[in-house]
């Protein structure tokens, strides 16, 4: 994850400098908003790689005279159902129709859509 906390940074920096230098010269609010918020999700993007590698370590993708067979093993736990990606599926067109329809089912949709979200995150969180 090393390579790829660096991979994003470089990303976020060229994000940083294109987006002072966009806002500076442009004074266009929008584009430069833009560039802000492609700054922040590398920047997002490059602290997670980092802290999967401090917390992790290396994997053999990171080393040069790595073998394929260093990598095998399991993937990982994969939830056989959960009912949870349906009401956030549900969630999100209430959200969406709020929008169109009123606050009242904005409010709703948004609500339902934090609990799915957040089941689907914490369904499994004890498995590792």
């Known amino acids: 994850m090393k390579t790829e906390a660096f991979l994003f940074a470089g990303v976020a920096?060229?994000?940083?400098?294109?987006g002072l230098?966009?806002?500076l010269w442009s004074r266009e609010p929008a584009g430069t908003a833009a560039l802000a918020v492609?700054?922040?999700?590398?920047l997002l993007v490059c602290g997670f790689c980092t802290v999967n590698h401090r917390k992790r370590g290396a994997r053999p993708e990171d080393h040069q005279e790595a073998e394929v067979r260093e990598r095998a093993g399991g993937l990982g736990f994969f939830p056989?159902?959960?009912?949870y990606p349906p009401l956030a599926?549900?969630?999100?067109?209430?959200?969406?129709l709020g929008v169109v329809f009123g606050l009242?089912?904005?409010v709703i949709g948004v609500g339902l859509l934090v609990a799915g979200v957040a089941g689907m995150a914490m369904e499994f969180a004890g498995r590792s």
């Open 13 to 18: 920096g060229f994000f940083l400098v294109t």
């Open 21 to 23: 230098g966009y806002g």
């Open 38 to 42: 492609s700054c922040l999700m590398a």
């Open 80 to 83: 056989p159902r959960s009912g």
């Open 89 to 96: 599926g549900l969630a999100v067109a209430l959200t969406a």
């Open 104 to 106: 009242w089912l904005f």
